[in-house]
């Protein structure tokens, strides 16, 4: 089996890790895909439809429609600015996925403090 590069290897953990904070989110099919380049589609909660470049420099917004790259960008900051992660991408374009990232930190943190409370003491050291 032949191993995965690192940019296939992040676009599939975004994949697998994400979908708790957005409506949709998928590599893309219909794009062209090398071991430096792959692209991923996202749609937020608020509806809004990117397809992200994924390659060594970070994530770029290339379109704001799903499996499609624009020559002429609608948003001109966004498609010009390269993310070290979708989710600081997400971040900036998605106040649902902030309040969404929160709820999830609170109650990671707090299934570890009912772990660590019901756990034996001297597993608590």
């Known amino acids: 089996m032949a191993s995965l590069s690192l940019v296939e290897e992040e676009a599939m953990a975004t994949v697998?890790?994400?979908?708790?904070?957005?409506d949709s989110i998928a590599i893309s099919d219909a794009l062209p895909r090398t071991d430096e380049l792959i692209y991923i589609n996202i749609t937020t909660c608020e509806q809004k439809s990117y397809c992200l470049e994924l390659t060594a420099h970070g994530w770029r917004v290339v379109s704001t429609r799903h499996d499609h790259l624009d020559e002429q960008p609608e948003n001109k900051e966004l498609s010009g600015r390269y993310f070290e992660?979708?989710?600081q991408f997400l971040d900036v374009v998605s106040p649902a996925y902030r309040q969404r990232f929160g709820n999830k930190l609170i109650a990671e943190l707090y299934k570890l403090s009912n772990d660590k409370e019901h756990s034996p003491p001297s597993e608590r050291l």
Request: negative net charge; glycine residues 0%; without cysteine.
């Open 16 to 22: 697998n890790e994400l979908p708790f904070a957005v």
């Open 85 to 87: 992660t979708a989710y």
